[in-house]
């Protein structure tokens, strides 16, 4: 099994920045990607990014050009740098990972962008 943690996130205006990370641990030799969902209220949860092994990214068009995903393979943790937050980026953003089991969660981190 895969666990993990997320931290960062709260409150930021609009156009502001935050940082999340994920750290990862337990199976972490099974992991193929790690990436980064977030969910809004009434909405469906949504693909934010996601980063391979290899370090090869992917974006929703929504958040290209504002955030970054990362990885420390060192400290098993992936980031999400978001910049130019815009209200609608106001969700529970989760970390996730795919392994050769399954995919895996963390509990969540609240993002709020005020207007």
């Known amino acids: 099994q895969v666990q993990l943690v997320e931290s960062g996130g709260g409150l930021v205006q609009a156009g502001g920045s935050l940082a999340l990370s994920c750290a990862a641990s337990?199976?972490?030799?099974?992991?193929?990607?790690m990436g980064w969902y977030r969910q809004a209220p009434g909405k469906q949860r949504e693909l934010v990014a996601t980063i391979t092994n290899g370090g090869s990214t992917n974006y929703a068009d929504s958040v290209k050009g504002r955030f970054t995903i990362s990885r420390d393979d060192a400290k098993n943790t992936v980031y999400l740098q978001m910049n130019s937050l815009k209200p609608e980026d106001t969700a529970v953003y989760y970390c996730?990972?795919?392994?050769?089991?399954?995919?895996?969660w963390g509990q969540g981190t609240q993002v709020t962008v005020s207007s």
């Open positions: 337990g199976a972490i030799f099974s992991i193929n990607y």
């Open positions: 996730t990972c795919n392994s050769w089991v399954a995919d895996y």
